[in-house]
């Protein structure tokens, strides 16, 4: 059968046919929320670069959380700004670190009872270079390097303080080789053994990472970050990347950036049966941000649409920066 017998047109002639026949379900227990959490009391600071985005102190955070647990989002993703920097980034996993004291703080609130908080885990907030791990001297030449199996211990420490700490999830961002395995090993030596982890096991270097680094004062001092996060232009890696990870036991896997890179989010979910979300980083996030204030597209509609596409690529859940804006709409 063919046109005028078959009309495509006749599901799509009112909202209830068109919501009746929909594929792709967007709701707000599918969107996790970040924060950034900063040392002090009261502060709600404005990133420039990110309208409706705060550094926010612990106080801010648990209210900031709570806000959004009533429009219907359970999960958030928490980073940290310390007071102070190191070579090694020891604030990582300090007992009194900034995210540490957060955690605790969220636990406590009872409005926050039944919510899902994953802690990031690297070093680049922490470092004085901000570089995801230890730096080894410069070589004769100037050239420097992460030191890969130097900084395991410690990507593996900081995991362990999050999970003591409150973390539901741990979500190593860093890129450093056989970090997951480190993390499994540690975890469960400390009695964490339901500790899941959720591994960003396609992070590519991307140039849609500038406003978090404003945002989390984590842009490296010298060099960048190619020698450790992924290229874009390669989709088989990601592959080889993700069933690593997999193998060294992570429970998760998390894809960064997210529209840039939605055919390797379809093949991902094509090849590995296992809960999988998506990252709308922060220069995806700008950027429609820019185009709203321009009045060059329709915030509520351009915003839902990009979230429905990631989902629709094969996400099972969405970290993004619209996340309260879009439940408000759902």
Sequence with gaps: MKFPEIRMRRLRRSEPLRE????????????????????????????????????LSIDAAVREAAAAVQLGIRGFLLFGLPAAKDEQGSGAWQEDGIVQQALRAMRRERA????????DVCLCEYTAHGHCGVVRQPEANGAFAVDNDASLPLIAKTAVS????????VAPSDMMDGRVAAIRAALDAAQLRETPILSYAAKFSSAFYGPFRDAADSAPQFGDRRTYQMDGANRREAMREIAQDLAEGADMILMKPALPYLDVIREARDRFDVP???????????????????????????????????????????????????????
């Design 20 to 55: 009746l026949v929909r594929e792709t379900r967007l709701h707000p227990g599918a969107l996790i929320a970040p924060l950034f959490v900063c040392p002090g009391e009261g502060v709600r600071r404005p990133v420039a670069s990110m309208p409706g985005v705060f550094n």
């Design 112 to 119: 926050l009872d039944g919510t899902l908080l994953i802690a």
């Design 162 to 169: 999050l999970a003591r700490a409150g973390a539901d999830v």
């Design 276 to 330: 999988m979300g998506a990252y709308q980083v922060s220069g995806e996030y700008a950027m429609l941000q820019a185009a709203f204030q321009n009045g060059w597209l329709d915030r509520d509609r351009a915003m839902l649409e990009s979230l429905v596409s990631i989902r629709r690529a094969g996400a099972d859940f969405i970290v993004t920066y619209f996340a309260q804006a879009a439940a408000k709409l759902l």
